[in-house]
């Protein structure tokens, strides 16, 4: 076997064990996951696989394995390194139980992204979606196709996808202080000092710091969930633009 470990890339934790770093390291090109190593693309498209963009920590190794690793799956992902146009990466209008305030995708004509889509079998599909709530009712996210030319996934080689999914929020995004959603700054640390330096209730429930934020929400659903309706009272909400495709579209 060849490539590299996730160890030995700097690739290994997962924003799951360590809030602040969300959404975790991603690759610096395109590989295929393999438990804990990273091994070369054999090639850029799996017909046999479903393509999902991920916007945040779904494109952090670490992160993708500790989710298989929890559902006992141990088979390869794809990952494949595109650049993206239409779409853009804001902030879920929601707190995670994990500790963090994650990414969620937001409709963006002009924007131009380098995301990673990876390459999912239904094992890991059906993983995913339970990480992201789906098949809940009260679920934080639904999976969402989004068609070319809507969206335009351009892989390294400069062929086009038709498409493919990504997790829209159902609590909407944050915005930015307009009508427009806040762009997630890739950060963790930057995202809560902006927000809690924003917020005197915000303050009051999770404290003054990132990393008392992140230590009182890890593992307390009840606090999480209050500061999510937080968001909602202040009028921190806004669609993310990518709803319309949402509506039925897991079960396309």
Not at 21 to 34: E, Q
Not at 172 to 178: C, S
Request: glycine share 10%; proline share 9%; charged share 20%.
């Amino acid at each position: 076997m060849t490539g590299r470990t996730l160890e030995e890339l700097g690739l290994a934790a997962a924003a799951r064990d360590h809030p602040l770093t969300y959404p975790g390291a991603w690759p610096a090109d395109s590989g295929l996951l393999d438990r804990d190593r990273m091994l070369p693309l054999e090639r850029l498209v799996y017909a046999d696989r479903v393509p999902v963009l991920a916007v945040g920590s779904n494109a952090s190794p670490g992160q993708l394995r500790h989710k298989m690793t929890e559902c006992g799956i141990d088979t390869p992902i794809p990952m494949v390194r595109t650049r993206v146009s239409g779409l853009d990466v804001g902030v879920s209008a929601h707190v995670s139980r994990m500790g963090y305030v994650s990414a969620s995708p937001v409709r963006s004509p002009r924007s131009v992204r380098e995301l990673f889509v990876i390459w999912l079998d239904p094992r890991q599909l059906a993983a995913i979606d339970a990480s992201e709530g789906v098949p809940l009712p009260g679920g934080n996210f639904r999976r969402a196709w989004l068609p070319a030319p809507d969206v335009r996934v351009e892989l390294p080689d400069g062929c086009l996808l038709d498409g493919a999914y990504v997790y829209v929020n159902r609590h909407g995004v944050l915005r930015n202080g307009t009508a427009a959603p806040r762009l997630h700054p890739g950060s963790q640390q930057v995202l809560l000092t902006e927000l809690l330096a924003s917020s005197a209730p915000l303050r009051e429930l999770f404290g003054v710091t990132p990393e008392e934020f992140c230590a009182r929400a890890r593992g307390n659903p009840a606090l999480c969930a209050r500061g999510t309706r937080l968001f909602a009272e202040q009028k921190w909400v806004t669609a993310s633009g990518l709803e319309p495709y949402a509506v039925g579209s897991a079960d396309r």
